[in-house]
Structure formats: structure tokens, C-alpha cells
């Protein structure tokens, strides 16, 4: 999700401060235009407007504790498999007045085909970067949501029907 996030919005002129597990992930981000890369939220200096947030666990609240007065927390998966924790009294030394949006693929007000055709015509203009990690056959679908699932692909798996 990293430089589908990064590129377009830094593209649009926002300022990208990205949060990767390693510096070979963060490489990428830097040259898709991230102006900082760290390796863990506390290192992330803020105040953000607005941030994304999918590890979930205790990131989620380490990154509310970074928001701007009024900022927003886009939650969108909980890939530490760790619920989160908010204590309400963190909004009064931080973030006042935060809003924390979860986000749903299947809660928009366009249609996912759309979503798709915005997605292939900013990859054909150039200006969207999709990392391919893997290529195979559909009949291995299970091996590859599971090699996802557990971070074994970076980047997107593409299914091909034979």
C-alpha cells in the first residue's frame, strides 16, 4: 500500500512522511518522493493532518498521538494482528479534537470497477508505479493469499488463468 499511497499524493504536492519495517522498503518510498522515511512510528515527528495507519496494535495509538489538532486517522487493517488500545485522555495532550475514519473498500460512492479503470489509466499515463512481486497461475491463489498474508510478497501478486 506504501507507494500507491506514496506516489500520487506527493505527485499532488503533500509532504509524505512513510513508516516501513526496513530501509530497503523505505528506499523505494524515498524515490516515489517520500520527504522522510523511518523505521517506526515513534520516529515519525509530526504534527500530521493526516494519517494512515494499518499495522494497528500499539502503532495505532503512537500515530493518533502524531496528529494535528483536528488531524484524522484513516485505519485501514491491523497487520500486526494486535487490537488496538485508546485511552481517551490521550486527545487532550495531543491530537484535540481527532477523528479516527475506518476505512471499507466497499464504502465509497464510486464503483470498484471505476476504482479499477482510475488504477489502469494512471498506471498507462505513467504516473502510477504498481510493484509487481509475483506472477503465477490462478490455481495457486491459496498459496499466494497466504504468502501475502504473512509478508512473504512485496508488492502485488498478479493471477493469470491459464
Known sequence: MGH???E???AA???VT???RNAERGARLA???ATDVVHHVTDAQGPYDIVLESTGGP???LALARLARRGTVIWFGQASRMPATLDFFDFFTG???ASIRHFHYLDADSRLDEDLATLVRLTAEGRLHPEIGRVTDWADTAT???DLRDRRIRGKAVLSMS
Open 4 to 6: 500507491f499511497v506514496t
Open 8 to 10: 500520487p499524493a506527493t
Open 13 to 15: 504536492g503533500a509532504q
Open 18 to 20: 512513510a513508516v516501513t
Open 31 to 33: 524515490e516515489l518522493g
Open 59 to 61: 502503532a495505532l495509538s
Open 95 to 97: 491530537p484535540e479534537s
Open 144 to 146: 499466494v493469499l497466504a
